[in-house]
């Protein structure tokens, strides 16, 4: 398992995962619309790193064997508060195999052990089970329910609501390795 940005070279892979799994992303995420071709996606790529140089958000491919099965990343960044929300999804046919799980503790470990932030959140729709079972495995704590918060292409979404605060965390992973990752 790797854990690294993505260039616009692969973004015909990035695209062809998404593609892969429309159906059952688009019942979690709200923007599959803006993936409609490569180039939507070399796109993308082009914004998510710019956000990266800005520090604004951190965007990152989940790779295994070399093929890219899913993505992270750490977004609402609240530099003042230290705080930001931690996101992720990955292809229906790679889950279960716990990769997301690890990448997230990666993650983790920089958020808290190099980024210095305080505290983590973590949103997801209230009935995404495999979402909040990674939340729950990580040790993120439900603080609550937003109801009605996300328009999912045509109905509202209740989310569910969890968080992390770094003297809850303990890192099980190299902080070294995830600093790596990012650089």
Excluded at 73 to 93: P, T
Excluded at 114 to 125: N, T
Excluded at 143 to 171: I, P
């Amino acid at each position: 398992m790797e854990l690294r940005r993505i260039t616009a070279d692969e973004a015909e892979d990035l695209f062809a995962l998404i593609d892969s799994n429309r159906s059952y992303l688009r019942e979690w995420l709200p923007w599959l619309d803006e993936h409609c071709s490569v180039e939507d996606t070399v796109r993308f790529l082009h914004n998510i790193a710019q956000h990266f140089e800005q520090q604004y958000a951190f965007h990152l491919g989940l790779y295994v064997n070399g093929q890219i099965v899913g993505m992270l990343s750490i977004h609402h960044l609240d530099w003042r508060n230290r705080k930001a929300s931690l996101g992720y999804w990955i292809g229906s046919e790679f889950q279960g195999q716990g990769w997301m799980t690890e990448a997230c503790k990666t993650l983790m470990a920089f958020c808290f052990d190099d980024l210095s932030l305080h505290r983590l959140e973590l949103h997801c729709a209230e009935h995404n089970m495999s979402s909040r079972k990674v939340a729950e495995r990580l040790g993120f704590a439900l603080e609550g329910v937003m109801h009605e918060v996300e328009w999912l292409y045509d109905h509202w979404v209740d989310h569910a609501v969890y968080a992390m605060l770094s003297s809850n965390f303990r890192s099980e992973s190299s902080c070294q390795d995830a600093a790596a990752t990012l650089e």
